[in-house]
């Protein structure tokens, strides 16, 4: 049997192939390695850069690395200010499904009218709306259970006040974008606020960070503020103004607590005031730090100034015995005259009895020169040398243009304005047997350094009459404190209104520092228009100088120096004959 | 079998890149997880605090306990036994 086909032959393998065929095939291949070699060269060499920056568009992601804001603490460490996590709720308007029930539940969290919520979702154009910033934690772990579409949380700020409005005037607040608005937090935002860090990553399909592509930027937190302010010094302080403006039926009062060892403000507070925690319909008399901001007509409490001059110059020692009857003196046609007029007096009873006659006598030996260089040394007239936003410098006119009753008036502390920061400053020279000390808000560990304005003789010799006024006799017995020797001086001034004086308005003060003997610290009250019957600042601020005096020194620690009387009482039984 | 040897070398880079990614991604979390401890103690002390503010004290001690502020009125002295003194010694308050 024989084949028909040849398999070495067959018919079909017999097709004459041209050559140019495979050399074509061969080419073609060589072709496309070529382009592919070419492209590879593109990617890797020429074209590098740009497909470098658009992996990077794809993958890498600059994070911010935000600082914390610093703390701000008082005297022993306690929190005035923190900066806690809070969530703030935002939304895609067209993400999330208008019906949804859970947007009831959403409302009822965020405690916000259904309506308002509609209406903020409303617009489908904007593609990022805040629903409400700075949830509570809790709350926005319930919203985020919820998990409603469309609606989401992003991480921020926000600052908590633990301590509440009895220090919110010093350490003041910040807005929603974390930036200090008043007090404290305004004064040193830039110092708390630190330096926002960054790094550059790649993250990968998942959003996982898998690398650092350059050096992170590490975030400088703000450093914490510690404040002179003693929490608890400041919290006593208010509530006794508090009661005394709520007492005397008054618009306002302020109190400052000053240590005289080291210059330290211990306890600054004003009444009305506010909870920075809370803000909402705040008023502008509510967030005034009056301490600082106010300047009024000092009235009596300059007249120790006006004695320690007359005593440094000579013209008079304490014993001397002025005439001050019938109280009443006509200076450049204007009367002067005293509410309760006195017979003859020493210059310590002018004191003690707060009369403007003997005052406005020992002034006119002066000349006006020398009683406003004593002003201006204790500084009157000058901006306070703290680092708050708004403190005012007070006013004292140049005395080139004082009048003779001028100079009359601003002996007893009328025609010139103070703030009650001053007014607390210039008291530190009776206190630091002479010396005029620097006030400063920050904690400070050592004595400060004073400048000598008077002698020292002088000045004790003065807060023996300081000492006098809270005596027996004197215009503020309701200044004594039980335990402590207190001194002082009251002050009641007319309040301005317009040109000229306004009836029956009255700012009552008392300036004074405690133990007589070693002075530990001065204490400032004012009360603004008592309106309860009595207005003289021996009956309503000396009140609350003395509760103050008496839980700052027993929060200091320092010892009683006076006997004090038990109030233990027993039942006493009368006898019998 | 240079071959062989770049080839093992190429997995074994590509392993090392894929484990350090993986290491990376762990320690973020780490840190992220840190940072939130401390945000919850920042927060934790704030609480603490403001429960412990003189005027909640203050409130609840009255309230409550039905407490009083002190005075130097009601201070005992104590004379120490070595020396039985009639007049009351500056002691330290009880």
Known sequence: MSRSINYTSSPLLASKTPVWRSKFIVACLALAFAGLAGRAAYVQVFGNEFFQRQGEVRFARTLELPANRGKVLDRNGLILASSVVAQSIWAIPEDVEKNDPKLRELARLLEMPLAELRKRLADEDRTFVWIKRQVDEPVARQIAALGIKGIHQRREYKRQYPEGEAAAHVVGFTNVEDRGQEGVELAFNQQLAGKNGSRRVIKDRLGRVVEDVRDVVPPVDGPDLQLSIDSKVQFFAYQKLKDAVHTHKARAGSVIVVDTVTGEVLALANYPSYNPNRRQNLTGEQLRNRVLTDSFEPGSTMKPFIATLALEKGLVRPETPINTAPGRITIGGSTISDTHPHDVLTVAEVIQKSSNVGTVKMAMQMSPREMWEIYAQAGFGQKPQVPFPGAVSGRLRPYKSWRPIEQATMSYGYGLSTSLFQLAHAYTVFARDGELIPLTLMRSEVPATGVRVFSEKNAIAVRQMLAMATGPGGTAPKAQTMGYSVGGKTGTARKQEGKGYAERKYRSFFVGLAPVEKPRIVVAVMVDEPNNGTYYGGLVAAPVFSETVQQTLRILGVQPDMNVKPQIVTEVVEESF | ?94
């Not at chain 2, 009255?62 to 002691?91: D, F, H, K, S």
Request: aromatic share 6%; glycine share 4%.
């Open chain 2, 1 to 94: 079998m240079l071959l062989l040897a770049v080839l093992a070398s190429a997995f074994y880079l590509v392993h090392t890149q894929y484990e350090s990614r993986r290491l990376y991604t762990a320690i973020d979390r780490a840190q992220a997880q840190a940072r939130k401890l401390e945000s919850e103690h920042e927060q934790l002390q704030v609480q603490k605090r403001a429960q412990a503010t003189p005027a909640r004290v203050q409130q609840l001690a009255t309230r409550q306990l039905e407490m009083r502020p002190v005075t130097p009125g009601i201070t005992q002295y104590v004379n120490l036994p070595e020396a039985p003194a009639a007049v009351p010694a500056a002691g330290g308050p009880r």
